[in-house]
């Protein structure tokens, strides 16, 4: 039971990062494996405003989400809506260049050593038989929340509708008069953001570090890859798939070799389902 | 007049390594041979990543294969160095081979991830199996080569500069492969899956046994990568055959030097292992000034290093077509 409930608390925070990086994958097709370092900045940042400048807890945590969705912007704005022509093979380069530009930053900064955010709520839940920190279901029903209005926003707004047209043909969306280069800030945002937002609540209940970043931009794209790319609902069942995947591993078989189970999983699922476990037929 | 001037580049690398070797200086000597290193992984890489398009991001894994493989022969069971040089790239092949079909399954980001995760589990094998690999300590005792061939020409393999001449023969046997495999139909038809895969299979090849060719030849020769540098260094640990420093650094070389191209391997590890070598700098700078020439690069040059004779000509023949049309008005 513990088990489960680890794995469905580190699952959420992959859940929150995949979903994020589909929607920004899925409509402007960059493979930003820098997805992961908004999320590092939002859960590295509110710790230092407290410290440094007494700015209090919730304050502190939205302007670390809002750091993050800064950052989105500013990937879109400066970086990759300006390279949108270039072979896939530079993005790919510019996104990993962009992780080490920032974390080595943020190592400069703030060091490499694990730490976390204090001041969150600190109950802790008995529910058969397993330790259920408060905060983890704080987490939990944060990621069901923003999962459920982005499918929301998406399906049935009008920005979500332009959206899926620029997933499903930029071209044709271009020449149908979308302001594509502002919709591509937009995807950015609400990606990083959601990113920036599972930082921020991660680093009240588990240890954050200032290197984190590309391992979880990684593990975001497997939640994807299981997904079966572009269906926001496969990625939230991915992130906790994966979370479950490795703390069972880790309990059950080796706790050093934590990551090797996912990727392992990873690879299982290309050998048997090479288009995702949950590939349906839809876009964004 | 083509000829010679197809000739140019390489009397120009044989005249470098001549001139690295003269010097005697063992700092610019290492440097060399860490050049040729990265040349050599790059260079295998392009058979995969830039003639048939895929992105492989988990190069480390054959490399660090190599170099534990080779660090068991030499510290275990006390083998020469030539049975590593002959057995690891065998090795590489072989896994390529049996899990080539698997991952080739895969392509574009699937197989840059799913090759990651290969590079991943590798990196968390060396630092957790220490029975076999030492763990995060690493192991040590790797003895080079000691005398080769007589008389004059004999050289000595323990010695620095000795070392270099055996990097540097392997090295050029490779770039002289890679040279007549440009020319070869097999480097055609990968180049024909890379621009379209449907289509060369409609013509009667079967393109999975390409691709897992070109998969293994790469992991093959990033595993002889593997055996030099764990003679060169004599001391092995995980961190070198780490994402950030392995397969992302073979992919980056590649990719700065320009993709499918003969030169760009050779142009991408000089700049790429060079510029951190004249940095004299903290770490972390170095790190930050790294990727900001990365940054720049690709930006400025899409294509890499080897297109920018192209690139300048044309912007100089662009320039004198408007200079003459300016006359003619």
Redesign the interface.
Known sequence: MQDIVNGLAQGTIYSMAGVGLVLIFSVVRVPNFAHGEPLMVAAMLPLTLMTFYGVPLPLALLIGIAAAIAMGVFFSAAVFARLSRYPEVALLIVSLALVVLISSAAVMLWGDSPRQTPGGPDIILDLLGARIPIMWLVIMVTALASTVALDFFISHTSPGRIMRAMALNPFAAQLMGIPVKRYHALAFAIGSGLAGLAGALFSLAFAVQSTMGAALALKAFIVIIFAGMGSIWGAFAGGLLLGLVESFGASYISSGYRDTFGFVFLLAVLLIRPAGLFARKTNA | MHRLTAFLPWLLLLAAMAAVLATGNGYYVTVAMLMMLWAILALGLNFI?GYAGY?HLGLGAFYGLGAYGAAAFSASYQMPMIVALLVMPAAGALISVVIGP??L??R???F???T???G??VS??T??WVAVTGGPMGMGGISRPGQIGIGALSIDGATTSGMFIITAAIFLALMIVAAIARRSDFVLILRGIKSDDMMTRSLGFSTTRYKVAAFAIAGAIASVGGVLYAHIVQYISPEPFT??AAS?QA??VL??GG?GSLWGPVLGSVLLTGLPEILEMDP??K??V???V??IV??VL?RGLASMGRVLSARARASANAKTKEKQT
Do not use: S
């Open positions: 990543l992105f698997l991952m399954r895969t574009d980001l699937h840059a991830v799913a990651l995760a290969l991943m589990i968390d094998v630092n957790n994402f950030f992302f992919f980056v990719a700065v993709l972390h700078v790190l930050l790294y990727g900001a990365l940054l690709t930006i899409p």
